[in-house]
């Protein structure tokens, strides 16, 4: 039961960044053919980078930036998971599939914003628990 749990939020991850490369400009993925079989694949493989990332790094970055976050009434956690789509495209960039930001302000920002939403609505209808 775990590892479709696991499955299902990368998943859930790769379609989030879809639609985040859909919508904001500067989003998008490199090193990949126009064949739909291997953009699938590398969005299923960024969307488990992301989710590494998500899972390890920003915990760690949460806590540490505690005190600016309630300064700022939770609007820098914006800022945070913007940080880490930029540390997704880093980490990408040493494999054969490249997770491009193009810029922080804007791109990465916006990108946060989208990844957000769309991972808060398909979360809340598909990893819920059912109520019967």
Known sequence: ???????????????????AALLVPGIYIDGVSDDLGAVLLAYLFVGAVFGLVNVTIKPIVQVLSLPITCLTLGLFAVVINALMLLLTGW??????????VESFFFDAVLGAIVVAIISAVLNRFLLSPSRT
């Open 1 to 19: 039961m775990g590892y479709v749990r696991i499955l299902l939020a990368i998943t859930l991850n790769a379609l989030a960044l879809g639609a």
């Open 91 to 100: 980490l990408t960039s040493w494999t054969p599939v490249t997770f491009v």
